[in-house]
């Protein structure tokens, strides 16, 4: 275990629903990401959070909104999304530059 | 364009064998390259983590090696196990470091067959 937990792991929804993804960590880390992952291609960062101020948003649509409560706490609020938003989406979190510790991902279908 | 290119995309390897994988990258300025191992359905862990003055770095059976000059990296595998069976990633730190200056590598798909 790396310290950092995902909920759910798979999540079904229509492009009518609204979901949210969970994302925790136990490491005293600064800072939170957000990683899209589809099959055959490289991680894409979403976005980033440091002391829960989100430092980066790399071009994501408003369907996808992130919410960091506090440093542990990252959520990833879903709604009206589209079948190629099907993915594995992954959490990570790191203290500055250190290396980036990743939970075990929430694999969504949009059908 | 900062970029990093793996290879090759998948391997298939018998169990006892060894292997390497191969990252090549135009990242610049350079910071510091990891390799990560991602099993199905998981997030990825790092494997190592190596800056420009690091030319190897080993980690039980895995061992990668850095060519700054040349901008590559490999990840060897020696006497591979069923369980070494996973997706590779390189990924390579542009800048001074930050939160948002990761590039990463597609990965290579690394079967390991009985």
């Known amino acids: 275990e790396t310290g950092v937990t995902q909920t759910p792991r798979h999540l079904v929804m229509g492009m009518t629903n609204k979901k949210s993804l969970k994302c925790e960590q136990h490491?005293?880390?600064?800072?939170m990401y957000w990683y899209k992952q589809s099959a055959k291609k490289p991680l894409e960062l979403m976005f980033v959070y440091n002391f829960k101020e989100q430092t980066e948003n790399n071009s994501v649509p408003s369907r996808f909104s992130p919410e960091c409560p506090n440093s542990s706490h990252l959520f990833l609020h879903l709604h009206t999304l589209q079948p190629e938003d099907s993915a594995l989406y992954l959490c990570?979190?790191?203290?500055?530059?250190?290396?980036?510790?990743f939970g075990p991902g929430t694999r969504l279908t949009v059908t | 364009k900062n970029q990093v290119e793996q290879s090759p995309q998948s391997l298939i390897i018998l169990e006892g064998k060894n292997c390497t994988l191969q990252c090549n990258y135009t990242v610049s300025p350079f910071s510091n390259l990891r390799w990560y191992k991602q099993d199905t359905g998981r997030g990825p862990v790092s494997l190592t983590i190596m800056t420009f003055s690091e030319n190897t770095k080993s980690n039980g059976r895995y061992t990668a090696t850095l060519d700054a000059d040349t901008k590559q990296s490999s990840l060897h595998i020696t006497a591979s196990q069923l369980s070494d069976s996973a997706s590779y990633i390189c990924?390579?730190?542009?800048?001074?470091?930050?939160?948002?200056?990761?590039?990463f590598g597609a990965g290579t798909r690394l079967a390991v067959h009985p």
């Open positions: 490491l005293g880390h600064n800072a």
């Open positions: 990924v390579v730190s542009a800048g001074s470091g930050g939160y948002n200056k990761l590039i």
């Open positions: 990570a979190s790191s203290r500055t530059e250190h290396e980036q510790y």
